[in-house]
């Protein structure tokens, strides 16, 4: 048997020890992230989600629901004609216009709810928090859920990925810390490297090993009086740990300076624009959810001198994630992945209809939209509207349960799926809400 104690060539001390074994906060092990791989997974497919969550609220007006019939205090910006005759964009969307056939925009969603962190919490979770705690999760976030119940698509690869640096109210809840998700520093950085992919400084593959060793050693005694099988399923769990540690996969997945300079630029070198290609990486790579974070030099909260430069900031915000998205639906095409990846857009809330008087606009929870993309769902078209003003939904309401709905939908996963709380009662994935009709043939 191996000396823990030994600080040898061969041995492995007690700190080393603990700190292969415990890689994430809170002492979750990388074991512990492996073992979501065996829990509830009824259906598996290679179905994946890419959610781009709009940090801050955007306008719907200066994005994909511009009035060019509205007052002048409505609309500070000109929209453009798409592909779709008689449907207009704002005019920091050229690229999307030119490819509205490749995706559907909802512009009637809603809920009447202007608190960024409560929006926030029902958007990522489909719950609607009671006393909420700022940045705790009452309810699990839908990357949680779904590695709880999906998994990741192929083995050694984590099932729930947040870029850049993880996003509040997108962590696992009573599920347990394990189906958080792993995050990642923001890809537009030269210096970009994901944490804890490469072995620890000084072990090596072979040290490794002797741990892995040493923990069949320790297991054996106590599998002789294991009457459940409980230790045999770990060795599972370990060898995808060990996976995850030694194999090359995750770190070629991860790898966004092995893309093409001329399509890092085509994505558009910004943390949206590198953050939608390294998910593109990883969904193609077997990780089923990723969430990418767009808050880049300040949120779409643009309020005017209150927070943010006011709706002038579109300028800036606007083409990034024109080129972010066009870029993304397009690159998911040529490689084939545009069937089973599901790209979903939107943020908490919307925007007030008229500018206010700092030059932004304010909180609204009314009305807003959401964007959707291939999942090989039916695409081209806008479902519902909203007023003359953009104030309030005109027909096919529709709230945060609908979207995430559909999401679920996609994926194949049941919303009676129902994880227990820690009041020890079942609680399905979503309290209501129907998937978006219109997009499934």
């Known amino acids: 048997m191996l000396n823990l ?37 009824e259906a598996r ?32 910006f000109d929209s453009i004609e ?20 490749e995706f559907s925009v909802v512009r009637g969603v809603h809920h009447e709810d202007g608190s960024h962190n409560h929006a926030v919490h029902w958007l990522q979770t489909g719950r609607y928090p009671n006393n909420l705690v700022y940045g705790q999760n009452q309810y699990p976030a839908s990357g949680a859920m779904i590695a709880r119940y999906r998994g990741a698509n192929t083995r050694g690869m984590p099932p729930n990925v947040a870029i850049p640096n993880g996003f509040y109210y997108s962590t696992a809840s009573y599920l347990g810390a394990r189906y958080d998700p792993m995050e990642i520093p923001d890809p537009n950085q030269p210096d970009f490297a994901v944490p804890n992919l490469n072995l620890i400084d000084g072990i090596t593959s072979n040290r490794l090993d002797d741990r892995l060793q040493m923990l ?16 045999a399923a770990m060795d599972g769990f370990q060898a995808a740990a060990y996976d995850m540690l030694s194999g090359p996969a995750v770190r070629r997945a991860f790898d966004i300076n092995a893309e093409d300079p001329r399509l890092r630029d085509r994505y558009g070198r910004t943390r949206v624009g590198q953050g939608c290609l390294l998910a593109r990486r990883l ?16 949120e779409w909260d643009l309020h005017g001198t209150v927070g943010g430069p006011g709706i002038v900031g579109t300028k800036t915000k ?11 639906i397009l690159d998911l095409r040529e490689r084939g992945l545009i069937n089973r990846v599901l790209v979903q857009v939107f943020g908490e809330f919307g925007r ?4 206010n008087t700092t030059a932004g606009r304010d909180h609204w929870g009314n009305v807003f939209t959401a964007l959707f993309a291939g999942g090989g769902l039916r695409h081209g078209q806008v479902i519902g509207s909203s007023d003359a003003k953009g104030a309030l ?19 194949g996963m049941s919303t009676d799926l129902s994880p227990i709380d820690y009041a020890g009662r079942p609680m399905p994935l979503l309290p209501n809400g129907e998937p978006i009709r219109e997009m499934f043939g």
């Open 5 to 41: 104690l030994s600080t040898d060539s061969r041995g492995i001390d007690r700190r080393e020890f603990l700190r292969i074994g415990s890689l994430a906060a809170g002492g979750v092990t990388l074991a512990d992230v492996c073992r979501q791989r065996a829990l509830g997974q």
């Open 45 to 76: 497919n290679d179905t994946a989600v890419i959610q781009v969550f709009l940090c801050g609220g955007p306008s719907q007006h200066d994005t994909f629901d511009p009035k060019p019939l509205a007052p002048a205090e409505c609309r500070p």
């Open 82 to 101: 798409t592909r779709m005759p008689g449907v207009r964009v704002t005019e920091f969307f050229p690229r999307l216009a030119a490819i509205f056939d």
């Open 216 to 231: 069949r050693g320790l297991d054996r005694i106590r599998r002789d009086i294991d009457t459940h099988g409980q230790f």
């Open 283 to 298: 969904v193609e790579a077997g990780v089923t959810f990723v969430n990418v974070k767009d808050y880049e030099f300040f």
């Open 318 to 328: 606007g083409p990034h994630l024109d080129m972010a998205l066009s870029s993304l």
């Open 352 to 355: 007030t209809p008229n500018v």
């Open 393 to 411: 939904p005109l027909d096919r309401p529709l709230g945060p349960t609908d979207l995430l709905a559909t999401m679920y939908r996609f994926l």
